[in-house]
């Protein structure tokens, strides 16, 4: 299986700032990388497909990066709704794995 | 718009079968893949396995031994049962509908709420 390991664990960060979020696999996985976010009342919803593909509807503040092993989620400036817990997803190979994921909360 | 809506037991005794039901408005379960998602206490998540249009199973290998996947298309509904359950599965259990557009182009677009599974004697 392909191990995605997600940095950090959890991020105090304020209003208006620029965060990143890190995830690694455990090999390479050619862009194959998904990311979601879950608000605190468990609804859950796709952010990002293919690595930097903004879904429909996703907030242009949210973008995505990466290649190879390495991969990131950065928000260009933090609004109150974006307070949630964010997870990557890959698909290159089966089974599908999912980072540990990381919990934004307000500084 | 596609909704999704988990049903079943909260509680299950270890040893016994867990089943679940998803059900779908909006989208028919005859399109595209449907899965079972669970996210353990301490937020670690883990894929399950999905069913596809045609009625074809793939499932996780780690649950491979105990994991069924089925459908009643007349219901629109698609169904999980996790057999021989240990407290290792507590878990809130999520079904959603997968996108599967090319081997380069699919994600988990549509979630329901999830429901909460503790197994516990």
């Known amino acids: 299986d392909i191990q995605m390991t997600q940095t950090p664990s959890s991020m105090p960060a304020s209003l208006g700032e620029r965060v990143t979020i890190s995830c690694r696999a455990s090999?390479?996985?050619?862009?194959?990388l998904n990311w979601y976010q879950q608000k605190p009342d468990g609804t859950i919803k796709p952010l990002i497909y293919?690595?930097?593909n903004l879904q429909s509807g996703v907030p242009s503040r949210f973008s995505g990066s990466g290649s190879g092993t390495d991969y990131s989620l950065t928000i260009s400036s933090l609004e109150p709704e974006d307070f949630a817990m964010y997870y990557c997803?890959?698909?290159?190979?089966?089974?599908?794995?999912f980072g540990s994921g990381t919990k934004l909360e307000i500084k | 718009e596609v909704q999704l809506q988990e049903s079943g037991p909260g509680l299950v005794k270890p040893s016994q079968s867990l089943s679940l039901t998803c059900s779908v408005t909006?989208?028919?379960?005859?399109?595209?893949?449907w899965g079972w998602i669970r996210k353990f206490p301490g937020n670690k998540m883990e894929w399950m396995g999905y069913i596809n249009y045609s009625g074809s199973t793939s499932y996780n290998p780690s649950l491979k031994s105990r994991i069924s996947i089925t459908r009643d298309t007349s219901k629109n509904q698609f169904f999980l049962q996790l057999n021989s359950v240990t407290t290792e599965d507590t878990a809130t259990y999520y079904c959603?509908?997968?996108?599967?557009?090319?081997?380069?182009?699919?994600?988990?677009?549509?979630w329901g709420q999830g429901t909460l599974v503790t197994v516990s004697s």
């Open positions: 293919y690595t930097s």
């Open positions: 959603a509908r997968y996108y599967y557009y090319s081997s380069s182009l699919n994600w988990f677009a549509y």
């Open positions: 090999q390479g996985i050619s862009n194959y």
């Open positions: 909006g989208y028919s379960i005859t399109s595209n893949y």
């Open positions: 997803q890959q698909y290159d190979s089966s089974p599908l794995t």
